[in-house]
């Protein structure tokens, strides 16, 4: 099956927050409210029951003042620091088209996936004790349909389609920009992470913190340690000590009571 | 027969010993996958998730106790550093040439440091483990290192331990379990503390 992607062209985005609204409504997650942080951001952060944030980015830059609207959520990650992290077996799953989705009856809470997440996305909802956050709606896309923030979009700012052709569609949408005289434009589908199956048009692709995206997102390299290396050592120190210890016995044999050498 | 541990030392250590069994199964359950089988054996991932933060306090706090009582104890003196240097010769089973120990050895008084320590860095970062949505990100990415990497030192340790306690020292578990030991055993493993013992039980019986 072909990988699926979503583009978001974030200089089409006029904050509408319809998305918002569409996630809400198809995941049927209730809205709570939370702090106001004087800007027209629905929330300061995603939350266990809100997966899709239009951030308002006020970002400036001699002197100008640029007003950055950007949808966020999960990435959907190639290489997903999430699944790398979570020890419980079938809590994080790859579906066959690329979705990274969150199997709940597996799920044990630990919370390893918030660590693992280059992009901060995962969140522990308190009275469940289970980690949520965006399933490219999963639910839809397995019976053909686009997600639900995609269908409700009213600019195109948001398009989904198979992967290779989105990103096709999105190097074409920047050089569009780019004639515009937005001369760095660009697209923002991170190496670091495998590339991602949400796949941005920046109007400014060398600064993409300006959006609130990290530069160069990877899976944190203590994470990568902990997986690999910390748990070879482990597995190295466990079965030496055990079988260590039994040879040791067959070969010296217990400490007997008698008389000390030196007497 | 000689005391060696008293009913308070006893219970202590086994408080030790079976909160830290728990917490170590509990937490290999979270450790890997292929170890997970052992996270159904002891009542499901959830919750191992939600015993395991619990099981380690319990185990932390006796280690406190433990440390209390013993610490002082556990002073390295000058044969015990001459102990460490022949410490092969102690594991082959050669005892020429290597000095005789106290109530511990050498061996043993690095080992309650090093479970000590161990103890300390698997409390602070299990604490940071145990809140991931509150802890600052930077905490909890040395955690994921600083947690597993102590449980395997103080595994590793407790392997040691337990072989040495139960198969390569005889007569010693009993003095964990009943409190006593034989003359002759601590004749052969702890010469100065059998001295010591001894000559206060001859001037008691004088
Ligand atoms: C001292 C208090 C302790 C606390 C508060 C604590 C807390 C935690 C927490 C919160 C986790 C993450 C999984 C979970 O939420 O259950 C964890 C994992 C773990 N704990 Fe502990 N723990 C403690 C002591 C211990 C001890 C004594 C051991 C045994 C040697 C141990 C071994 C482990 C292991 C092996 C893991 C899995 C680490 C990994 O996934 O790499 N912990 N602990
Ligand atoms: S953005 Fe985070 S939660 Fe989403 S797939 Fe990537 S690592 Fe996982
Ligand atoms: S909280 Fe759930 S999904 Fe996240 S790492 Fe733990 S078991 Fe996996």
Redesign the pocket.
């Known amino acids: 099956m072909q990988t699926v992607a979503k583009l978001i062209d974030t200089s089409l985005c006029i904050g509408c927050k319809a998305c918002e609204v569409a996630c809400q409504e198809w995941n049927d997650q209730e809205f709570t409210l939370g702090t106001f942080g004087g800007t027209y951001q629905t929330k300061p952060e995603l939350e266990h029951n809100f997966w899709n944030l239009i951030k308002f980015n006020e970002y400036e830059t001699d002197g100008q003042l640029s007003w950055l609207m950007m949808k966020y959520q999960c990435m959907h990650c190639q290489d997903a620091g999430c699944m790398k992290a979570c ?1 419980a077996p079938g809590a994080i799953v790859r579906l066959d088209n690329g979705t990274v989705d969150f199997n709940h009856d597996n799920c ?5 996936c918030i660590t693992g997440c280059p992009f901060d996305v995962p969140r522990l909802s308190p009275t469940t004790k289970k980690v949520y956050k965006c399933t490219l709606c999963s639910d839809r896309t397995a019976v053909g349909l686009e997600p639900a923030c995609i269908k409700t979009c009213p600019t195109n700012c948001l398009t989904f389609g198979t992967r290779t052709d989105l990103l096709r569609k999105a190097e074409d949408r920047a050089v569009e920009l780019q004639a515009d005289g937005s001369t760095h434009a660009g697209v923002y589908n991170p190496q670091g992470v495998g590339g991602t199956n949400v796949i941005y048009v920046l109007k400014d692709a060398s600064n993409p913190e300006s959006y609130g995206l990290p530069k160069d997102p990877t899976i944190p390299w203590t994470v990568s340690l ?2 690999g290396p ?2 070879l050592l ?1 597995s190295v120190i466990f079965l030496g000590g055990i079988l260590g210890t039994f040879f040791h016995y067959i070969r010296f044999g217990p400490k007997l009571e008698e008389e000390h050498p030196d007497d | 027969m000689i005391d060696r541990f008293n009913i308070k030392e006893r219970f202590i250590h086994w408080m030790v010993a079976i ?2 069994i728990y ?2 199964l ?7 996958r292929h170890l997970f089988w052992i996270a159904t054996v002891l009542g499901g991932g959830e919750t ?10 319990i ?2 706090l006796a280690l406190g106790f433990m440390f209390r009582n013993w610490a002082s104890q556990m002073k390295l003196d000058s044969d015990d550093k001459v102990w460490l240097k022949m410490s092969h010769r102690y594991a082959m089973n050669d005892e020429a040439g290597v000095p005789p120990s106290g109530k511990y050895n050498a061996g043993q008084k690095m080992l309650f440091w090093m479970q000590s320590a ?2 300390l860095l ?2 602070l ?8 949505e509150i802890m600052p990100r930077t905490l909890r990415l040395g955690a ?1 290192l600083v ?2 990497l ?3 030192g ?2 590793g340790g ?1 392997i040691l331990h337990i072989y040495m306690s139960a198969f390569a020292v005889p007569g010693s578990l009993r003095a964990m379990t009943r409190g006593f030991v034989t003359p002759g055993w601590a004749k052969a493993h702890h010469r100065k503390w059998f001295q010591q013992t001894t000559k206060i039980e001859d001037e008691r019986a004088r």
Request: with cysteine; net charge positive; hydrophobic share 55%.
């Open positions: 020890p044990i809470g630990c919370g390893y902990w997986k910390v748990k482990g | 909160c830290f917490a170590a509990s937490g290999l359950a979270m450790w890997s191992v998730r939600a015993l395991h933060p619990w099981g380690g306090i185990f932390a161990f103890t698997l409390f970062s299990g604490m940071i483990l145990w809140f991931p994921v947690h597993p102590a449980a395997i103080s595994i407790i």
